[in-house]
């Protein structure tokens, strides 16, 4: 029996599996995927890449792998993501404790022998003291139904469920589904060889100027000599990413200084405009439609025709209020002549045919069909796996009315059992290589303290989750549909949850410091 069981070799199931070796704890890893890489393994859909910086992104826990990796792009992609954590597994040697190609089904907890018992799709049982579950806040499709589908004689899948073998979409006619992240990469990149491109727009999003450029020698040295200061900077910013709120208010300034404010922003890459904006935008809605209304005035100016860019205009949620796309020429896109939007909300879907897809104004001949349509976002991957913890209580029922956490570590009911990413801890609203270290180097430090048990109270869960629901009210977002409030689930979207932690990563990681030198309150330790 291991000390630790992780499950998820992905961003944070390596670094975990890592860190619990230098603890002094055995441990190992099962993977359902047949390689390491978590997201980015998964996700090899045409287009896909960082949108945080490339070396704001990479792990921080060894000189020798920054001096040793070179990025070649200010956000890399997805191929190249791919690379630098296979070669992070080979470099620390980590396959040597990896499972692949099993899927974790059920896990219990066993409270007279403190251990887990988890069983997998092969027919495998593992036991372990503690489990972590290392298993990614987007790793879950949704896959709404589409009517017809099994009929469609073309190809057609997910895009976080891409295949591994090139498709063809050079002179195809290609459907999107979906204008999320995921759909502005896949459908900048389609649009350049495909015969006529399909463009099915369920949500119309903000999206801002990613502005990638390739890394060069000079740029490359001083990066790796000023890395230390750059990880600094992540670890003092509200989402952990280099960009950080500026204190004036959108409300106070000029309307002059305001503008030029947001053009500046504007031309620079990444989520500056997101995360480095006035401190006021994402929280009152006066300020927010000031910014919602300089970036309508920048699509209109980019889409020729007027009628496609108020489609491509959200007119539900505020700049900021949900995930912001990155972008390099998507709304020029639209004024290609073989590129079509079809807005679902004036015109749905209504089925899948052989030959295509038919909504109300009619249909379309195509053959490939991408949908785009986000995942079962932070709880989703929860729910796959059947966790039991004291008295048989299924963590599923537990969450049934939105999820209880304690520090979004630890729940109440299972002992020995921590999340790193997942619901009410700062790595879901985080560049989240940057939460994820944090995460693993606190819980492994609880872990090494050699505890056999360990449980969140109660009373320190209810505090907790009230707490996330007051920083969350203050937050634009919190009123808005979107994965943030888990109003993307099918079947499952009947009001707004809280899912993220949304007081800051500075200030997540004082609560946590405050905790571990407290002597680790909130949780029963024996």
Not at 165 to 173: A, F, I, K, T, W
Not at 386 to 394: A, K, M, P, S
């Amino acid at each position: 029996m291991d000390d630790v069981l992780i499950i998820g070799a992905g961003m944070s199931g390596l670094y975990q599996l890592h860190r619990c070796r230098r603890a002094g704890l055995s441990a190992s890893v099962v993977e359902s995927g047949d390689e390491v890489g978590g997201t980015w393994h998964w996700n090899r859909y045409p287009g896909a890449r960082f949108d945080s910086e490339s070396y704001s992104y990479a792990y921080s826990f060894s000189q020798e792998l920054l001096d040793e990796w070179r990025w070649s792009e200010h956000f890399a992609g997805q191929p190249e993501v791919l690379r630098y954590l296979r070669h992070v597994a080979d470099r620390f040697d980590l396959r040597r404790d990896i499972t692949l190609g099993v899927r974790v089904t059920s896990a219990a907890w066993h409270d007279g022998e403190r251990c887990w018992t988890v069983a997998s799709d092969d027919g495998s049982i593992r036991r372990a003291r503690y489990l972590v579950l290392a298993i990614g806040a987007l790793s879950v499709p949704n896959l709404p139904s589409l009517p017809g589908i099994e009929r469609f004689g073309g190809r057609w899948f997910h895009t976080a469920q891409w295949p591994r073998e090139p498709v063809p979409l050079d002179g195809s006619r290609v459907a999107v589904i979906g204008t999320g992240a995921t759909g502005v990469q896949l459908i900048q990149e389609a649009a350049k060889t495909a015969a006529r491109l399909t463009v099915l727009q369920r949500t119309a999003n903000w999206c801002s100027p990613l502005r990638n450029s390739p890394i060069d020698n000079t740029m490359h040295a001083a990066l790796r000599e000023h890395s230390a200061e750059i990880f600094a900077r992540c670890r003092n910013t509200f989402g952990g990413f280099l960009h950080d709120t500026d204190r004036r208010k959108a409300t106070v300034v000029s309307p002059e200084e305001r503008t030029a404010f947001y053009e500046e922003l504007y031309a620079r890459p990444g989520f500056a405009l997101w995360m480095g904006n006035f401190r006021d935008v994402l929280v009152d809605p006066v300020a927010n439609a000031t910014l919602s209304t300089f970036m309508a005035g920048k699509i209109r100016a980019r889409v020729h025709d007027p009628a496609v860019a108020e489609r491509l205009i959200p007119h539900n949620h505020g700049y900021g209020t949900r995930r912001v796309p990155l972008e390099n020429g998507y709304y020029e896109v639209y004024n290609q002549p073989n590129v079509d939007l079809v807005d679902l909300r004036e015109t749905p879907i209504l089925e899948a045919t052989p030959t295509g897809i038919t909504t109300t104004a009619g249909h379309h001949e195509v053959d490939v069909i991408a949908f785009a349509t986000g995942f079962d976002a932070v709880t989703g991957p929860f729910d796959r796996i059947d966790i039991r913890g004291l008295d048989g209580v299924r963590l599923a029922e537990q969450w049934a009315d939105g999820p209880l956490t304690y520090l979004g570590l630890g729940t109440a009911g299972f002992p020995n059992m921590f999340s790193i990413v997942g619901p009410h801890n700062a790595a879901a609203f985080c560049n989240m290589p940057r939460c994820i270290e944090h995460n693993v180097e606190w819980v492994t430090d609880l872990l090494a303290l050699g505890h056999t048990r360990v449980c969140a109270t109660a009373e320190a869960q209810a505090e907790w989750t009230a707490e996330c629901h007051l920083f969350a009210a203050r937050m634009q977002f919190s009123k808005t549909d979107s994965w943030f409030t888990g109003r993307n689930r099918p079947g499952r979207d009947e009001q707004r949850t809280v899912l993220l932690y949304a007081g800051g990563f500075p200030t997540y990681q004082e609560r946590l410091a405050e905790v571990a030198a407290s002597g680790y309150p909130g949780f029963e330790l024996s």
